[in-house]
């Protein structure tokens, strides 16, 4: 137990680097990139060319003319206060914007891992359980089709399917739990299917060692094998696998977000982009930095309790 | 218990918690019903006084308190003094009538009387100086929609004086003759005192309005629900419930309407002309076309180019066969224009539409003798999903080939836009424009003026000293008929010298679907939400 403590407080102490090391890494960026918030800001009303001079007075006002490492300082300062600073197109609270969409968020990821689990684990034991044979040809052409359509295209068939001909689901939205049926398919589908696959590779791997071996001299059935022996060893590169999905998708989906309409913080992102609203994007950054360091921690934890051969931090 | 079935326990314990939080989220609306439904029958179904109308647009109608206006006006939240007719000229709302004096410096106001507000507060003259206050605080109101900028839409404001319970005077430091059409629609809001922060003008809460629906609930970036205001003083909204839900992808939108969870899309953009054309196919729907402000240009940078010799940009304009652009890419909805201004102005004449390869050859020979130039145009990622402005700019490229001009195609995002157009760096630049005041003047100036706004931002570079003259004069002259003869002799001059080259004056597509809701044909500019109803009645 004292290791793992150990383990986790110095994996959290790293966080702190890496945080600093991305939000640096988000501000640099959006010093290159083309395009000026201010502009933007003022750009709203097409019927309105603003001048240079009020131009340059909303970059004032907005804190744009200050030094750069001045700007990320005061930023960085507003973040020890839990301020993540304020929205450089609409003077919204970037922090209270962010637990405004979240919600919608964590549903979309929540379901999203619950498929990714349970049809990639599942899956792959059925095809390990049927190695060879036509299930299991079947079914890995059927994982590798599924995982070589773009993400888009899923999600405009699923549309096409479930709601204009089937009319079982509805096609957008996020009012109720049915409507974040599509896009949580959407989002999981591929990672599944290479949940299932990397999981299938392990167990047949596992299927070949000696202990195995021993246990089917002792006459157990190759499900009970599969399922009760070399499921738990071979299920550590898929749980880093599903995490590392999960992370990301707690991030935000913003191309299934934007298709669904279901407005959550990968759709907050990319409005960020489009309008350079670096405040917003620094928020995000952070936001999605600490949830990978957290989840990937999470799943360091859990492979260890699966597999205690994993000797943490050694 | 062993510790490692513990954590088994627990961590399935908090997946089956995900699962459950993922299932219990959002209450799904009770009538809305969003949740596909069976397809319609031929016979149309009763519909109860509960029953919800759900629509769709592609943006926020109502963006809440950040935003000047709260909602847009299309939901009918609220209204203005002062809109304007199907012919563009400016009609009353609040405001039955107007006068002014001699040198319209001061404007009077005859109010409606018996309007109410939807809190039951009475609508008279102190609730117009309170709002003609908010509008002088509010200076320059941050809007999605169009910004509030007191000194272009009330310049040399002094204030607005009580004269009686019914009638207000608003009185200027100059002439504003066009004041009325300044004061179209959004300029001209009124909300009920109150809502707003009175150091600033800014809302602090949901404003209250005169208009026939109840904003009774938003959740941004998803929805708005309306609810008829049973207190309104017109003609009452013929349905009672009404949910516009955001859909932000034209294929969604297109499913949404396809699948029967919304019965009609509204707004800008609302459908692509080619998914448009695809749900026509289908006998449920129909397509009500309204005419729109908005203009789509080609703009071409003058400054240190040769499109500042006029014969070039007349060669450009003459190689664009308009009417194949509207009938191939815009599914004939659009009408093509060679006129600066918007037919939707009052002002407006209409100017011969020319296609003529061989002149346009000529013309471009006679600038670039045998010499060919390269021309690079851009266009703003967002007018793809409003249609398909890749493909006409294609055509453009392969048009302007013919004249000696070889043409890039780019696309950008807008932040890119911006700053490459204050540079200027966009050598041609493909953009719609939306004449939202219906201020002939305030239009034309924008192009022809020499100090023009977008003569200027866009480095267009036009500078024609009679034009600036003539445009000096329509600023300031009182008379109306004058006014108008100047804005003609200035359209014509924009349409053979050519600042910008207009392509095509955009329509307002709005498919809706005719079995189960009716009130979509009514209207010009946009739909009025009070006019929709259950086909069948309720």
Redesign the interface.
């Known amino acids: 137990m004292g290791h793992i403590l150990r383990y986790t407080g110095k994996k959290l102490l790293w966080t702190v680097p890496i945080l600093l090391g991305i939000t640096l890494l988000a501000f640099g960026l959006g010093l290159a ?5 201010a ?2 800001r003022a ?7 603003p001048t240079r001079e009020e131009i340059q007075a909303l970059r004032e006002a907005l804190g744009l003319t200050v030094p750069a490492p001045v700007q990320y300082g005061r930023w960085m300062a507003g973040v020890l206060r839990g301020d993540l600073g304020r929205s450089l197109m ?3 609270p970037v922090l209270g914007e962010m637990l ?1 969409l979240l ?1 919608n968020t ?2 979309l990821s ?2 999203a ?2 498929v990714i ?1 349970a049809a990639g684990i599942f899956g792959g034991v059925l095809l390990a359980l049927f190695h060879g044979r036509f299930v299991d040809a079947a079914g890995r052409a059927v994982l590798v089709t599924v995982m070589s359509v773009p993400g888009f295209c899923l999600a ?1 068939f699923l ?2 399917l479930f ?2 001909k089937l ?14 049926v599509l896009p949580c398919l959407a989002v999981s589908a591929a990672s599944a299917c290479a949940a299932a696959r990397l999981l299938r590779a392990s167990l047949l791997g596992e299927l070949g060692r000696n202990y195995i071996l021993t246990a089917r001299a002792k006459g157990l059935g190759r499900g009970r094998l599969l399922l009760r022996h070399a499921l738990r060893n071979a299920l550590p590169p898929t749980v880093t696998h599903i995490a590392s999905a999960f992370g990301g998708l707690l991030g935000g989906s913003m191309i299934t977000e ?4 279901v ?1 959550g913080i990968g ?1 907050y992102a990319l409005a960020a982009i ?3 609203d670096y405040t917003a994007l620094r928020g995000y950054v952070l936001f999605t930095g600490l949830v990978f360091v957290l989840v990937c921690l999470g799943c360091d934890l ?1 492979c260890a ?1 699966l597999n205690p051969q994993i000797r943490l931090g050694e | 218990m062993n510790p ?1 079935k513990r ?1 088994l326990g627990s ?1 399935l314990a908090g ?1 089956v918690s ?2 459950l ?9 009770d009538t ?1 019903s ?6 319609a029958a031929s016979t149309p179904a009763a519909h109860g006084k509960e029953d919800v109308i759900v629509l769709a647009g592609a943006r926020t109608l109502a963006p809440g308190v ?1 935003d000047v206006y709260f909602s847009h006006k299309l939901l009918g939240a609220w209204e203005p003094l002062i809109s304007a007719d199907e012919t563009g000229s400016p009609v009353g709302v609040l405001a039955e009538r107007w006068q002014r004096n001699e040198d319209a410096t001061a404007w009077t106001f005859y109010l409606r009387q018996g309007v109410r507000f939807q809190n039951g507060e009475a609508f008279n003259a102190d609730i117009v100086v309170e709002n003609f206050k908010r509008y002088q605080l509010l200076e320059n109101g ?3 929609y ?2 509030f ?1 007191v000194a ?1 839409l009330y310049p040399g404001l002094i204030g607005c004086e009580k004269v009686d319970d019914y009638t207000v005077t608003v009185r200027f430091e100059q002439p504003v003759p066009r004041l009325l059409f300044n004061m179209k629609d959004y300029a001209s809001c009124i909300f009920c005192p109150g809502s707003w922060d009175p150091e600033t003008g800014c809302f602090t809460e949901q404003p209250v309005g005169t208009g026939p629906y109840v904003i009774t609930e938003v ?5 708005a629900v309306l609810k008829a205001f049973d207190g309104y003083w017109g003609e009452p909204a013929k349905t009672e419930n009404i949910r516009v ?5 034209p ?2 939108r297109y ?2 309407l ?4 919304v019965m009609g899309v509204l707004d800008l953009g609302a459908m692509p002309a080619a998914l448009g054309d695809e749900l026509l196919k289908d006998s449920r729907f129909a397509m009500a076309v309204h005419t729109s402000n908005i203009t789509h240009f080609m703009l071409l940078k003058g400054e240190g180019t040769p499109f500042s010799d006029v014969r070039l940009r007349q060669a450009v304009s003459l190689a664009i066969d308009r009417q194949l652009i509207v009938d191939q890419l815009w599914g004939g909805y659009a009408k093509p224009t060679q006129n600066l201004i918007n037919r939707m102005c009052p002002d407006w004449v209409e100017l011969p539409v020319e296609y003529d390869m061989d002149r346009a050859k000529e013309l471009a020979r006679e600038v670039l003798g045998e010499q060919r130039i390269q021309v690079d145009m851009y266009t703003r990622s967002l007018y793809l999903d409003r249609g398909p402005y890749k493909e006409m700019m294609e055509y453009i490229q392969s048009q302007l080939a013919q004249i000696g001009i070889d043409a890039t195609v780019n696309i950008i ?4 836009y ?3 157009s ?1 540079n200027g760096e966009l050598g041609a630049n493909f953009m719609t ?2 004449m ?2 219906l201020n002939a003047y ?1 239009f034309l100036n ?1 192009y022809l003026g020499s100090e023009g ?2 003569n ?2 866009q480095h267009l570079a036009y500078h024609n000293e009679y034009a600036d003259g003539l445009l000096t004069e329509m600023r300031g002259t009182l008379d109306d008929g004058r006014f108008h003869a100047l804005a003609v002799e200035l359209q014509e001059i924009a349409n053979t010298q050519l600042p910008v080259i207009p392509l095509f004056y955009d329509t307002s597509n709005l498919i809706y679907n005719r079995e189960q809701i009716t009130g979509y044909e009514d209207f010009t500019d946009h739909v009025d939400l009070s006019h929709l109803a259950w086909v069948g009645g309720v």
């Open positions: 990139a083309r395009g000026d918030p502009v933007n750009s709203v009303d097409p019927d309105y060319v609409d003077d919204k405004r919600p964590l549903i929540g379901m891992l619950a689990a405009y549309i096409w709601a204009q009319r079982v689901l509805p096609s957008s939205g996020a009012e109720g739990p049915l409507h974040f934007q298709i669904f309409s407005p759709s489009q309008n350079r859990l309790w | 490692r954590l961590l997946a995900l699962c939080a993922a299932c219990g989220g959002p209450a799904a609306p809305a969003p949740a596909p439904s069976a397809p950040e941050y809007s999605r169009t910004s900028r272009d959740k941004e970036d998803e929805y839900r955001v859909i932000s992808d294929q969604a499913a949404a396809d699948s029967e969870e995002d807008s932040s890119t911006s700053e490459m204050e424009h939306g939202a005041n305030l924008m706004s977008y200027q931002s």
